[in-house]
């Protein structure tokens, strides 16, 4: 049961590709969030089943990296594609473009992530630099911007020196030796979990108040929080 969870937010990937190339952005957005609703659903109920094994390991790994690693790539060439505008032309096909490529840099730097991922035992209880999920869930949040110009975003999330910095940020951010807090609690008390309760509800006012918008804005918040916390370590050291 696992395992079929886990090729569900593949066919998510898979669907929302074809989505992209359609132009059929906010329809591509919601079957990212499909996968990763499945990508978290698979570890629930494989815990709920008190099953592991390392063939269902290497198949999230693998559904990780084209739903969590290529799609961002390819949202960001679509976005690369259409720069200059003030919004995503819907139903129009993105053609070839060499600048555009530039967006995959995203995911080959998913690639090194997930594969570290494998083998760093430090990453049990955390993460070491930003999880793809949340790198998705950025580009997921430029790519909504960018279809319904949230607040007169649009032009901004389209150009071509914005992209660039946000490309480079998220692929050094995805390798970055920052230790970032997950949502795997050992306990549900307050103590211990200050950050991650306070975040929470932080994140889920901004989801409520701005919607897919705030996307971008709640994983900058959430890498922010991290870097705090990694400089107020070194500050006790």
Known sequence: MPNLITLLNLFCGCTAAVLLFNGEWSSAALALLAGLGADFLDGMVARALGVSNPLGKELDSLADMVSFGFLPGLIYYHLLYFRGSDTLPVGEHAGFDYLSLLGFVVTLFAAIRLAKFNIDERQSSGFIGLATPSSMLFAVGLLWIATFDSWGLGAYVLDLSVLILVIVGISYLQIAELPMFSF?????SWSGNE???????????????????????????????????????????
Not at 184 to 188: H, P, W
Not at 215 to 232: E, Q, R, T
């Open 184 to 188: 795997k609690l050992s306990k549900m």
């Open 195 to 237: 950050i991650r309760f306070i975040f929470a509800i932080i994140a889920l006012a901004g989801f409520l108040w701005m919607g897919l918008a705030g996307l971008p804005f709640i994983i900058l918040l959430y890498v922010m929080l991290n870097i705090g916390k990694a400089i107020g370590r070194k500050t006790d050291t």
